[in-house]
């Protein structure tokens, strides 16, 4: 059994389509393929999976936080539909400009979710699909997974840092799952 507990995961991007405009109601809000099926293997493998994600848009008086409540409620619709579900949700809702640690690329919510569910930064993979996402992995101290999904193609072909190496790069969150699933220890490490 792997030392693995719970794997981070970016939303815009990497569960669902990425939107220029940002996801701003239910009707926006549309998965990419194999992603759900991809959380319930995890699920099924008993991994916790945390969501961390930015959502400048309450900061930035776009929609207000029942309406993200509502995108969210999609969210677990959509994984129920495929047998997944998530076991917390970390939001980030300050605006770029206002930013707490807790917006990546800062630290803030990835340590939240570290803690809440005992888990050590080493054995932890956060995929995302920009370099947000890797850089708040990096501080933390987790693995860092990237997506080809949503920024992600974009985020690899501009070229990674040094600093955030290694990065492991999979096509989509089930080729990520497919990866951590069948060789947990070396992912992302």
């Keep these: 059994m792997t030392a693995m507990e719970l794997v981070l995961i970016d939303r815009d991007g990497v569960l669902n389509e990425d939107r220029p405009d940002a996801v701003k109601t239910p009707d926006e809000f549309k998965m990419i393929p194999r992603a759900a099926e991809a959380v319930a293997r995890l699920n099924a493998a008993r991994i916790n ?16 936080q029942a309406m993200l409540e509502r995108i969210h409620a999609k969210l677990h619709g ?33 340590r939240e ?38 920024k992600g193609a974009a985020t690899q072909a501009a ?3 040094a600093e955030l190496l290694p990065v492991a790069v999979y096509e989509d969150l089930w080729g990520a799952v497919d990866a951590l699933l069948s060789a947990p220890a070396r992912i992302g490490a």
């Design 113 to 150: 979710a570290l803690s809440r569910f005992g888990a050590a930064p080493a054995d932890t993979p956060m995929i995302g699909d920009g370099l947000p996402d890797l850089k708040a992995a990096a501080v933390a101290g987790c693995r860092r997974v990237l997506v080809r999904t949503g």
């Design 78 to 110: 959509e994984l129920a539909r495929a047998g997944a579900r998530l076991d917390a949700i970390f939001v980030a809702p300050d605006a770029p400009t206002g930013a707490s640690d807790r917006r990546k690329p800062g630290p803030g919510m990835l």
């Design 159 to 161: 070229g990674l840092p």
């Design 49 to 64: 999976v945390a969501l961390a994600t930015n959502q400048s848009i309450i900061g930035r008086g776009i929609i207000e």
